[in-house]
């Protein structure tokens, strides 16, 4: 089983930023496709970004399009997202999941948008936004 772990979450103010890191120990990330998702209190688990594997394309959500940048720093074995602008909305829990590199070459530039397609998750990492 792949294990992750998220950190950086923490309080800010409306339009401040944060940067969550996805890291894992023992094996590397570059092979999968890695994911964040995140979910508020009352509400369904919302697909936030994904970052491919080999084309390393990156994909995000209409609500933090333009305010969020998932990247990978390979030599600490991590995926960051970093979020600037932030608003009360996107007050949540934080999660990272990882999903195999698809078989199909032509799957490679792109990453899933649902949970289930994901196999390993973090334990989340709290971002509250409050003035």
């Known amino acids: 089983q792949v294990q992750v772990v998220e950190s950086g979450g923490g309080l800010v103010q409306p339009g401040g930023s944060l940067r969550l890191s996805c890291t894992a120990s023992?094996?590397?990330?570059?092979?999968?496709?890695i994911g964040w998702f995140r979910r508020a209190p009352g509400k369904e688990r919302e697909w936030v970004s994904c970052i491919s594997s080999s084309a390393q394309n990156t994909y995000y959500a209409d609500s933090v399009e333009g305010r969020f940048t998932i990247s990978r720093d390979h030599a600490k074995n991590t995926v960051n997202l970093q979020m600037n602008n932030l608003e009360p909305e996107d007050t949540a829990v934080y999660y990272c999941a990882t999903a195999p590199s698809p078989r199909p070459l032509w799957l490679r530039s792109s990453c899933p948008r649902v949970s289930e397609q994901y196999d390993d998750w973090g334990q989340g990492t709290q971002v509250t936004v409050s003035s």
């Open positions: 023992g094996f590397s990330l570059d092979r999968y496709v």
